[in-house]
């Protein structure tokens, strides 16, 4: 490719996928036959691989690139500060995951999961549209030629259907205690303040001691009996809410610690001192019902997944897995990047006007 970088355009849609109008770099010298790695007695190909190496990659590079406010280059070469790079890191977990579609393929008939005829014509169509809607340029990129695309979607479907399987039989019985948040309404006074242009920027220690004041006031006043929302709307700050357990961190671990410590409804911290500004916090609720209700739900969903996990880390321990690393390094996030593209829209756009007709 040289030194310009390419960029695919992936077409995301409803149900599995579909894409058009794919731009790239040819991957023509790309053995997409080679052994990428080996499941047991089955073999990934690089073709397969690839393919949902540039799904995910497409994913990254969409969204998570833009939100942190960089190229998609620049976002795969960041030191992940264990001497990898987020390429490295990211493609490590890539192949992990292929390799687990594989293993749940290989142990669904214990679950007695299979493929339907549903199934292989929802497969089917999600194929031809890729390879119908795609230049032979755009195909050879990701590796999309029909039975690769086919055989990850294949996969994919499996997978989906081993989930409920796999997340059966667990305890669903959560207790009172186990559950029981708390709730809170509180108050932060940051450190952090505009400036005239729209940024922000850190208070000095002057200012930094009168807010600390500020908040001393304010926290007497609460504990005083005063009305919360109103002297928070005279100190110009927001009343904000939370619900917590002793085990919770957000939105500040000090703060939890301190409101966690109050005995009854309506008792009110004292101020709380972090490094990006101070707490006071209200005691609303000794048991959040709601808050509480959902949290059993949540310890229900995390039994479930640490099932479907230890399963999984069951086979792959189970199983003979061989990594061909000379492969898989051909497959290159940097020199070769993914978008993608929704084209609901543009098809809601044509379909008004064809009936505009």
Partial sequence: MGQFRKKLIITAAAGIFAVSSLMGCSSRSMDNEAVVAEVGDEKISLGVANFYARMQQAQYESYYASFLGTAGEEMWTQDMGDGKTYEETTKENVLKALEDLYL???????????????????????????????????????????????????????????????????????????????????????????????????????????????????????????????????????????????????PSPDLIKAADALEKEGDVTDIVETDNGIYVAKLTSMLDREATDAKKTSIVEERKQKQYDSLLEDWRKATDIKEHKSVWKKVSFIDQGVSIKDNTEESADKATSESDK
Wanted: glycine content about 6%; overall charge negative; charged content about 35%.
């Fill in 104 to 250: 749940l393929k290989q142990h669904a008939a214990d679950y007695e999961v299979a493929l339907t005829e549903e199934d292989e014509k929802a497969i089917d169509k999600a194929v031809s549209l890729f390879v119908e809607g795609n230049t032979l340029e755009g195909k050879e990129a990701v590796s999309g030629e029909e039975k690769y695309v086919k055989t990850f979607l294949e996969l994919a479907t499996i997978q989906s259907r081993m989930d409920g399987p796999m997340k059966e039989g667990v305890d669903e019985e959560v207790s009172e205690e186990e559950a029981a948040q708390k709730s809170i309404q509180y108050v932060f006074f940051s450190y952090t303040k505009s400036t005239d242009d729209g940024s922000t920027e850190q208070m000095s220690d002057d200012e930094k001691a009168a807010l600390k004041k500020t908040a001393q006031e304010f926290a007497e006043n609460i504990k005083n009996g005063g009305d919360m929302e109103a002297a928070a709307a005279e100190k110009e700050q927001k009343v904000l809410t939370a619900s917590f357990d002793s085990k919770s961190t957000s």
